[in-house]
């Protein structure tokens, strides 16, 4: 059994494609969404299966928290999210849907009473900085969530993606955030800068990147601004210096693992819990850290 404290969070993938591709940019955009690693779905499962993955990851972890991510969990076909979100929720796990809300308004009625966290990423305080990021409208319509949200005194979250120009607007954004928070429970905010891991490109880096001190000076002038709110700041690392250690459940079964690597081209690739189970795969994850962080110092 994988204890708590060992990993306390599980991130479930449904799919790993994405409904914001359809936004368009605005004029002086590099495109939308162009700093995730976006990808075609290639996860084929049903119902059953998504149940039993969630069994299998119940019964070997204690893990508290089950994170629904991707690509994005709410989609405009049947990914199984309502099954996956009630089964997570019967057998004991916290839920947190971790969506930009493009289209959350047309699953809400069968999502929202199996829902512990929402999360919704903005990464500015208005269109012309929030859009820049994600496609024209889409600030429109995060105002318009947060607003139903609210009103249904839901439990929110935010994920904020930075540049060197957007991380001047983060007292803005913050002011944002902490006003919601007056209206309904805030749990926490993530506030991250671009990774060049193994798959980033130069002009990603000349485009997103900017010094890890002006991204820290920034995260620490706004903490006291959403007093109340727990601010996860995720900067740029050194190569010695790895991310934290996620697990993530793709809903046929498949397990990988983000070891931390700022050079790997992609999380590895460990095996499927519903052959292999679900603790000896993070177990061999762990060794696989523990290894690459060793040769990492050798």
């Known amino acids: 059994m994988l204890t708590h404290g060992e990993l306390a969070i599980i991130h479930l993938v449904l799919n790993t494609d994405c409904n914001a591709w359809d936004l368009e940019p605005t004029s002086a955009s590099p495109g939308v969404c162009r700093f995730c690693y976006r990808e075609r779905n290639r996860v084929r499962t049903d119902e059953d299966t998504v149940r039993r993955v969630i069994e299998r990851v119940r019964s070997e972890s204690e893990a508290h928290r089950c994170v629904f991510t991707g690509g994005d969990p709410v989609m405009p076909y049947d990914n199984h999210l309502e099954v996956a979100l009630q089964h997570a929720q019967e057998v004991g796990f916290e839920t947190n849907l971790h969506t930009n809300g493009l ?79 007056h209206r309904t429970e805030v749990e926490y905010w993530l506030i991250s800068q671009y990774r060049p891991i193994g798959r980033a490109s130069t002009r990603k880096a000349e485009v997103y990147g900017y010094e890890r001190d002006d991204f820290v000076r920034a995260v620490e002038g706004v903490r006291d601004v959403v007093e109340g709110v727990t601010i996860y700041a995720q900067p740029t690392r050194a190569p010695l210096d790895p991310y934290p250690f996620r697990v993530w459940v793709l809903a046929d ?29 993070v177990r061999r994850a762990f060794d696989l850290r523990e290894q690459s962080q060793l040769e990492g110092i050798a």
């Not at 699953?107 to 900085?129: I, K, W």
């Not at 540049?163 to 954004?173: D, K, M, V």
């Not at 690597?261 to 690739?269: D, K, L």
């Open 103 to 181: 289209l959350l308004g047309d699953r809400y009625a069968g999502v929202r009473d199996h829902v512990t966290v929402y999360s919704l990423a903005v990464d500015g305080p208005d269109p012309e900085t929030a859009d820049w990021f994600r496609g024209k409208g889409y600030f429109e319509r995060f105002q318009s969530n947060v607003e139903f949200l609210t009103a249904d005194q839901r439990r929110l979250a935010f994920n904020t993606f930075t540049t060197a120009g957007s991380i001047q607007e983060l007292p803005r954004l913050a002011q944002l955030i902490a006003r919601v928070a």
């Open 253 to 281: 079964g498949t397990v990988t693992a983000d070891l931390g690597s700022v050079s790997a081209p992609r999380n590895a690739a460990l095996g499927n819990l519903l052959v292999d189970g679900f603790e000896p795969l």
